[in-house]
């Protein structure tokens, strides 16, 4: 029996959960699922927003089902407090260390993306980021008086970025075997021509290629990969890279959907251990409204399924239940348009559950 952990969060956090959980239970698979406060709502319940019970109930769980944290309420709080400390904590204790953002343009939803829709349909790509190396956690870092450079003492700030050979090798396994249940493509991200680090970073991915002969490897400079992003997003399947470049890439490649309500997210550890949450925030500007899109939620369940418990098949069937629902013409009002039906989160939930009973 594999062990989910829900942990709802804050604003929308618990209406969207409630509706992934109901669909997760509709497949009557052996899963045992328990709930914990995180966040804000762990925060109100024992002063920390990450509590130990809730962190004990993390690690002893094959994987997280994590609504979103955050309120403008807690804004004054310290930040070690503050409940988006939750998630840091989260990756840090559990060492999740590969960030999968897949960014899936649905049919019924071209129209959404700022790009031309003959550029977005049917686009489907895996960003895989790096998400615990690089410049963001790169030791030394500071503040200082230089003592050279071009303004030899004046005040100035540093940040180290570094990857170590085992860092860049796991992240590279996990794109290479990402591809090789998808088109079998990898685009490594890299800015080689300037960076010792990512020439590494090039030479360690090669290297980890060869143990991959079936899955296509490609290197692209990080600026042309922005430009082709937008240009031609179709040409890409897997794109893995650091955590710099990731964070941008990633957050370009998902506004390519047009839709922040659609994406799911996982970040994966070495045991497959995985938080699977949607890409969006608590949105408390709807919050308890009943109107939150819960369907990146639902798709971030269904990469659970295929990611962390290795059930492909039921992964596909939630992701085909989805479709169907749009195909339905049922929208939530953020990718409602003219023509469509307006639905609350609720009954979104209920539609992908009866798709799922066909
Ligand atoms: P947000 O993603 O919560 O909201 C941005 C906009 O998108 C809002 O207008 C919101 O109503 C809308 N939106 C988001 N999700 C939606 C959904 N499922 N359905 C319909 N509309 C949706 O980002 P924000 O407003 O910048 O941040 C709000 C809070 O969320 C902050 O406290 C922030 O720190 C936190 N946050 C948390 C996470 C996380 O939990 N992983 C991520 C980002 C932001």
């Known amino acids: 029996m594999a062990k989910i952990a829900v942990l709802p969060g804050d ?52 994987a997280i089902l994590f609504g979103a944290v955050g309120d403008w309420k807690y804004d004054t709080l310290d930040r070690p407090l503050r409940p988006e400390q939750a998630i840091l904590g989260l990756r840090k204790a559990l060492g999740l260390f590969a960030n999968f953002r897949p960014a899936i343009c649905y049919e019924q939803l071209t129209h959404a993306s700022s790009l031309k829709p003959e550029l977005v349909a049917g686009l489907d790509i895996l960003i895989i980021r790096e998400l615990t190396g690089d410049i963001y956690f790169g030791q030394p870092r500071g503040r200082r008086v230089a003592t050279d450079g071009h303004f030899p003492g004046a005040e100035e700030a540093f940040d180290t970025m570094r990857y170590s050979r085992p860092e860049i090798e796991r992240i590279a396994h996990v794109a290479f075997q990402a591809a ?20 590494f970073w090039k ?26 992003l937008v240009k031609e997003p179709k040409r890409f399947d897997v794109v893995v890279t650091g955590n710099m470049f990731g964070d941008i890439l990633s957050d370009e490649a998902s506004m390519l959907t047009g839709s922040i309500g659609m994406l799911p997210s996982a970040s994966l550890n070495t045991k497959n ?18 109107i939150a899109n819960p369907l990146a939620t639902i798709l971030s369940a269904a990469m659970m399924l295929r990611y962390s418990l290795n059930d492909a098949a039921n992964a596909d069937r939630i992701e085909s239940a989805v479709k169907d629902v749009l195909a339905q013409g049922l929208r939530t009002p953020d990718i409602y348009s003219d023509g469509t039906r307006k639905v609350g989160t609720a009954e979104m939930g209920d539609a992908v559950v009866q798709a799922l009973q066909k």
């Open 273 to 290: 251990q995985g938080l699977y949450e949607p890409s969006h925030g608590s949105a408390p500007d709807i919050a308890g409204k009943g």
């Open 11 to 62: 604003g929308i956090g618990p209406e969207i959960i409630d509706e992934a959980v109901k669909v997760l239970k509709v497949l009557n698979l052996p899963l045992e699922m328990a709930s914990a406060p995180v966040g804000g709502a762990g925060y109100e319940a024992s002063g920390h927003p990450l509590p130990d019970a809730t962190l004990q109930l993390a690690k002893d769980s094959d």
């Open 203 to 228: 030479d360690v991915v090669t290297d980890v290629a060869k143990e991959y002969p079936d899955v296509t490897l490609d290197h692209m400079y990080v600026d042309n990969a922005a430009m082709q």
């Open 180 to 199: 090789r249940k998808r088109q079998g493509r990898v685009t490594s991200v890299d800015k080689a021509n300037v960076l010792e680090t990512f020439q």
